[in-house]
């Protein structure tokens, strides 16, 4: 499971006119490994799959709303979503995800509301757990926290690593390699 | 134990006065005692390094008293400040827990006290308490939000007045226990340098020099050393806009 965790992950941008690709290439012929779920053991990760739900959402759907508390955990098995900080009617890209992204954590553990949209760019495979089911197995099973940890600090990386990029003095309708501000 | 540096050093976990204030610290005392018995003390001077960044993470630290700053090179090769950390923050967070080299240099700004906690220790500490994995969560979530707080300051403020409002706005949130001149005068310690907050707003220091002699010939701002007073909020926060 550890090479599993260090070969699927975000290992780098893929830098493009507007926008950040993330490679989640996930190289595990076991389809339901993701980032929160592949350092758990077997066990555990049974029990998050009894709870399963897949869906397939059109392109443009908005999983996570800035401002609106989820009610599911979202786990991307296929295509591609947009992670962008939206305000005042505008919006920057922060990432492009795609299979084995996890997304819906921060709000499940802080309870503070999302402070990016997530929105479909194609049509997307994707797999629910409702929040209500995934915290009553965190709770029974606190060993999760650790792979919580390690997805919420990858995402850190992602946005600590923008920050470091985003030309200082950049303004809206100023485009700029690798993000785009609309 | 003798003040240093003008505050009492907290040798203690379980007799901290602070605790309850602090996101990583407000733990029941059996997990407390544990944190105890695997943490070593340090008092560190204004301007110390604490870690470097592109370093192996050693472990963490944990923030008891005073501030520090984290910085990092701009794609540019620029000196950048991605946050102010405060008292109760766990630095090192995101490497300890991943295993990768730390993100950031970590500075402090003033005389600061931290507990040092090993990797191993941490990382075992973390298993076998839940309270800790909840409040580790909690810790990268805010910092996660602090992060895209920043990308939408940087990224689509309109204006350097914008952004220096903005944390002129967010410093104001832990203000001075002074003396107040006026009823709506809000008093903040201001450690950085006019350099460091250019850093941090991502321009020039002259532009910074410009903007607060600009809110202070307005009268929203005065500044008395690394005293300042906020004397016109309503008007910073018109600024705002993003």
């Not at chain 2, 204030?21 to 005692?33: G, I, K, R, Y």
């Not at chain 2, 990768?100 to 076998?128: C, G, H, M, W």
Request: charged residues 20%; proline residues 5%; glycine residues 6%.
């Amino acid at each position: 499971m550890t090479a599993v965790t260090s070969c699927w992950g975000f290992s780098g941008y893929i830098g493009t006119m507007n926008h950040i690709a993330v490679s989640g290439q996930n190289t595990n012929t076991d389809t339901n490994t993701n980032e929160l779920y592949a350092p758990l053991p077997v066990e555990i990760r049974h029990k998050l799959e009894k709870h399963e739900q897949t869906k397939t959402v059109a392109s443009g759907t908005r999983l996570i709303s800035q401002g609106v508390l989820p009610a599911c955990l979202f786990i991307i098995n296929s295509g591609s979503v947009e992670v962008s900080v939206p305000s005042c009617g505008k919006s920057i890209t922060v990432a492009v995800a795609g299979s084995g992204k996890v997304f819906g954590l921060h709000a499940l553990v802080s309870g503070e509301l999302p402070r990016v949209n997530v929105t479909s760019l194609e049509e997307c495979a994707i797999t629910l757990i409702p929040k209500e089911k995934f915290a009553e197995i965190l709770q029974s099973n606190p060993q999760i926290y650790l792979a919580i940890a390690k997805v919420l600090s990858q995402d850190l990386r992602i946005a600590d690593d923008l920050l470091r990029r985003i030309p200082r003095g950049a303004g809206p309708g100023r485009r700029f390699n690798g993000h785009k501000v609309n | 134990m003798a003040p240093a540096y003008n505050f009492q050093i907290i040798e203690n976990c379980l007799k901290c006065q602070h605790r309850e204030d602090h996101l990583f610290c407000n733990f029941p005392n059996s997990v407390l005692a544990a944190l105890q018995k695997i943490k070593a003390t340090s008092v560190y001077p204004k301007g110390a390094l604490l870690c470097i960044e592109g370093q192996a993470p050693r472990g963490v630290y944990i923030l008891c008293t005073g501030r520090a700053k984290l910085s990092t090179t701009s794609a540019e090769g620029k000196s950048i400040i991605l946050r102010i950390a405060e008292p109760g923050e766990v630095l090192g967070l995101s490497s300890a827990v991943s295993d990768t080299p730390y993100e950031a240099s970590v500075e402090t700004l003033e005389p600061t006290q931290a507990n040092f906690i090993s990797r191993t220790d941490f990382l075992n500490f973390l298993k076998e308490h839940t309270d800790v994995g909840v409040r580790v969560a909690q810790q990268l979530t805010h910092n996660c939000k602090c992060a895209y707080d920043e990308i939408r300051s940087l990224g689509l403020s309109n204006s350097v007045p914008e952004k220096i409002a903005k944390l002129l706005l967010h410093w104001s949130e832990h203000p001075l226990n002074l003396p107040k001149k006026k009823p709506n005068e809000i008093a903040i310690r201001v450690t950085l340098t006019q350099e460091e907050i250019a850093q941090f707003a991502g321009t020039s220091r002259e532009t910074v020099s410009r903007v607060l002699s600009e809110f202070k010939r307005k009268g929203w701002l005065n500044i008395r050393g690394a005293t300042w007073c906020i004397t016109n909020k309503p008007a910073l926060e018109k600024l705002v806009t993003t």
